[in-house]
């Protein structure tokens, strides 16, 4: 009973929704989620349920998967990393919302030691540490092997390195063009474009949360949401055809799910006026055309009239509409996800005819 | 001068004053000279602010990844000894590696090392972006890090293939089968069919992003040879060189971030 809830509550409409949730309250309460109390906590139930569910054989099938090891280890590292910061960051807040300053700028703390023995000792002791680490994981765990390569029979499902499984997940609301290109290139453009953006010169070299508010919920969403999240769903909730399964549920190759996808197109022109679609390509799409317009330039006064007209006059021109245009990018994937689950749509624009699909 | 111990003796001899041209350093003539002769140690700066060397600002997670690319180049070339990238021998040298080579855990240590490393540049770049050290002066080396993570990816990619084994080729089937969706680019990407004059096709299938990348238009055994060199030879080379530069900004940025 509890595992089929556990199953149902899994599925990517209700995880996702739940993981937003739970960001959205980190943002508004870091100070409750920064303590101590709230960390502990976690972590023991984190344990206890870990532990439970490992009980499962199907689930227990998925996650010792020897590749799937460092994805356990990903996640260990990236809660207590997350909770970590957001700790810090509040009791910095809280010293300098007293007048004390940060803890990285105390007079203690700013005296200068010598490198030899305070950093070179440090830097041993993690090697040493990080090498039994790999060596006693090297032991426990063989390398996986499978049959040898044979290009006339695919596996399936078959999945990307772990790595870029957030990747292979957005495949499902994006064509690979984006998923695959343009959105990756985004990314990549935008991490770099990062501190060219973001002017706030507070925050620079101790953790905050306050100062940064903007900045930090920003980069979490991407982050934890986006990245890491959609690496758990394509890592351990995706089977055979890319099939949701619940985390406790049998990898059934024959398991059917109705899909009926249809495309804003078919939406507009047959269920709303009742008429064929238009020959005319452009004609066909023109709603999804001006839909995907407005969402990338129509909207974009409305939002500096409402809550831009601040940062434009605080970054400038360039800086404010490359972040708009980040912010919108980030947010056209979500915007995506709750599009199929809720009407069941495939493609805003679908042109098939030039492989020009979004 | 009887009472001399073992150690002192030892730190007497010519040897030993031809290695360390300084005294034990416990002094700070001493500990300057440490770091400041060693070209290993003398990446360090030889005094820091306290708040620099705290895990808990720093969580060592830039040193590991160094320490853990450090490790991966020295398993990667004992790996090679073993190691041939045709479609013939790959699969069987891996399963050599595993029944007959002694100590067969260089495999293991390679691929979880590839992983870790990957889960410790991500880490590094959430501490980085939480301390907000990527704020001037530190803008162009954060550009830098950027680029050394998207490498670290492509490093562990291209190494996935070696294997040679189902898993390999179809994993990076699926990877590169995103790259033939590359805009003008790739033969089943958009815009590729308006490259089009006439009958002759300028963008198909064999000679798009992905035929370059897999010497192919399937992963087959130029994809092999490709992706070996490209792993064991040209991605390594720039990563280090992005490394140094990487150590090199930090240093010249003014260390490792702190409360200006």
């Known amino acids: 009973m509890i595992k089929e809830f556990i199953n149902y509550l899994s599925s990517p409409l209700y995880s996702f929704t739940g993981v937003m949730a739970f960001f959205f309250f980190t943002v508004k309460r870091p100070d409750i989620v920064g303590s101590k109390k709230f960390g502990l906590i976690s972590l023991v139930s984190i344990l206890v349920i870990f532990g439970w569910m490992l009980t499962d054989p199907v689930f227990f099938s998925v996650i010792s998967l020897p590749d799937n090891i460092p994805i356990i280890i990903l996640n260990a590292v990236v809660l207590w990393s997350w909770w970590f910061a957001i700790h810090k960051g509040v009791e910095n807040d809280k010293r300098i919302a007293a007048g004390e300053g940060p803890l990285e700028g105390t007079p203690e703390n700013r005296e200068k030691v010598w490198a030899w023995p305070n950093l070179v000792y440090t830097e041993l002791f993690a090697g040493i540490a990080c090498t039994v680490f790999l060596i006693v994981w090297a032991i426990f765990f063989k390398a996986p092997l499978e049959e040898p390569a044979n290009p006339t029979w695919a596996p399936n499902p078959a999945k990307a390195p772990w790595y870029f499984l957030g990747l292979q997940e957005m495949l499902v609301y994006f064509d690979p063009w984006m998923a695959g290109v343009v959105l990756p290139g985004i990314i990549l453009v935008g991490l770099i474009l990062l501190p060219f953006i973001d002017t706030n010169p507070k925050g620079n070299g101790y953790f905050t949360f306050a100062e940064r508010k903007f900045a930090i919920s920003g980069f979490m969403f991407g982050w934890i949401v986006l990245w890491i999240f959609l690496i758990q769903v394509g890592t351990f909730l995706r089977g055979p055809n890319w099939t949701f399964y619940g985390p406790f549920e049998y990898w059934d190759a024959h398991k059917v799910v109705a899909e009926n996808n249809i495309n804003l197109s078919e939406i507009m022109w047959i269920k709303l006026f009742n008429t064929g679609l238009p020959k005319n390509i452009i004609l066909r799409e023109i709603f999804g055309i001006l839909l995907t317009g407005f969402y990338l330039v129509g909207i974009v006064p409305i939002i500096t009239k409402k809550w831009g007209h601040k940062f434009l006059k605080d970054m400038g021109t360039i800086r404010y509409y490359l972040l708009i245009f980040l912010i919108l990018s980030a947010a056209s994937l979500p915007i995506k996800m709750y599009l199929r689950w809720f009407i069941n749509l495939k493609y805003i624009v679908a042109m098939p005819e030039f492989e020009l699909n979004l | ?260």
């Not at chain 2, 440490?34 to 808990?56: C, D």
């Not at chain 2, 002694?102 to 293991?108: A, K």
């Open chain 2, 1 to 260: 001068m009887s009472e001399q111990s073992f150690a002192d003796k030892v730190a007497n001899t010519q040897v030993w004053k031809s290695i360390f041209r300084h005294g034990p350093p416990n002094n700070a003539r001493n500990r300057a000279a440490v770091v400041a002769g060693n070209v290993f140690l003398h990446l360090h700066p030889i005094k820091l602010k306290k708040s620099g060397v705290q895990l808990g600002y720093t969580w060592c997670m830039g040193g590991l990844t160094f320490f853990v690319f450090l490790a991966l180049t020295v398993t990667g070339v004992l790996l090679m000894f073993y190691y041939r990238p045709t479609a013939e021998y790959a699969f069987t040298d891996i399963i050599g590696l595993r029944e007959h080579v002694p100590l067969g855990i260089m495999r293991e240590l390679h691929r979880w090392g590839a992983h870790l490393m990957v889960i410790t540049v991500w880490i590094h770049m959430f501490r980085v972006f939480m301390t907000g050290s990527y704020k001037p002066p530190r803008e162009f080396n954060w550009g830098v890090g950027v680029i050394l993570l998207v490498l670290t990816l492509l490093l562990s990619f291209t190494g996935y293939l070696l294997p040679w084994d189902q898993l390999a080729i179809w994993a990076i089937t699926v990877g590169s089968n995103m790259a033939k969706a590359t805009p003008f680019l790739g033969h089943g990407g958009p815009g590729a069919a308006l490259a089009q004059i006439g009958d002759f096709v300028m963008v198909s299938d064999k000679n798009d992003v992905r035929f370059q990348l897999l010497g192919g238009r399937f992963v087959g055994e130029a994809a092999l040879l490709r992706f070996y060199i490209l792993h064991c030879v040209f991605i390594p080379l720039v990563v280090a060189v992005l490394i140094a530069v990487h150590f090199w900004r930090v240093r010249k940025d003014g260390g490792i971030s702190a409360p200006l």
